[in-house]
C-alpha cells in the first residue's frame, strides 16, 4: 500500500502515527473505525441541522448569542481543515448596528456518524465563547462533548482513511 496521507494526523507523536500506519498496511483501519461508530445520523437537512444546533446551543450555551443561520456547505474545503466555520458580521442598518452569527458544516457530515457531527457543531458553537483554539476552548468542548479530544482524533482517522487510495 502507498504511503497515506497525513495532514489530519500532522502534530501527533510518532509512536502513535505507527500505530496508525499498522492499521493502515493491514487493512484494517476501516474496519476498526466501522466497528467504533456504525451509525449514521439522520440530520440531513439544514432545517434539521438548525434544529440540532439550537438544542446543543441550549442546552450548553444558553447565554451564548443566537444563531441566526445554519447550514451544510458543499464549499468548505476539507483539504484547509476547514470542516466547520462560525462566522459574525457586524452591520449597520438605519442607524443601529445589526449582528449575525452563521455556522457552516462541512457537507460531507451528512454521511457521517453522529459522533463527529456533534463533535464539529460543540466544536463550531464553542467559539461563541472563545474564539482561539486556546485551552479555555478545549475545555469548553469537552463540557458540552465529554471524550472531545478522542472523537477529533477519531474523525482525524477517518479523513486519513477516506483519503487512502482505493
Not at 443566537?66 to 462560525?86: E, F, M, P, W
Not at 477519531?154 to 486519513?160: E, G, S, V
Amino acid at each position: 500500500m502507498s504511503n497515506p496521507d497525513w495532514r489530519y494526523l500532522s502534530g501527533y507523536p510518532e509512536p502513535l502515527l505507527a500505530k496508525v500506519a499498522g492499521l493502515i498496511e493491514s487493512r484494517q483501519l476501516g474496519d476498526y473505525l466501522i466497528r467504533k461508530y456504525p451509525e449514521r445520523h439522520t440530520i440531513q437537512s439544514d432545517k434539521a441541522l438548525h434544529a440540532y444546533v439550537t438544542e446543543l446551543k441550549q442546552t450548553h450555551l444558553r447565554n451564548a448569542p443566537a444563531i441566526d443561520r445554519t447550514c451544510y456547505d458543499s464549499k468548505l474545503d476539507v483539504i484547509q481543515n476547514a470542516l466547520g466555520l462560525h462566522t459574525r458580521q457586524s452591520r449597520n442598518h438605519g442607524g443601529r448596528l445589526r449582528s449575525s452569527r452563521e455556522i457552516r458544516i462541512a457537507s460531507l457530515f451528512k454521511a457521517m456518524p453522529p459522533e463527529f457531527l456533534k463533535m464539529i457543531v460543540v466544536h463550531e458553537l464553542a467559539h461563541l465563547k472563545e474564539l482561539d483554539h486556546n485551552k479555555a476552548f478545549y475545555q469548553l468542548c469537552e463540557h458540552m462533548a465529554p471524550g472531545y479530544a478522542q472523537l477529533e482524533f477519531d474523525l482525524r482517522l477517518h479523513l486519513t482513511w477516506q483519503a487512502l487510495p482505493s
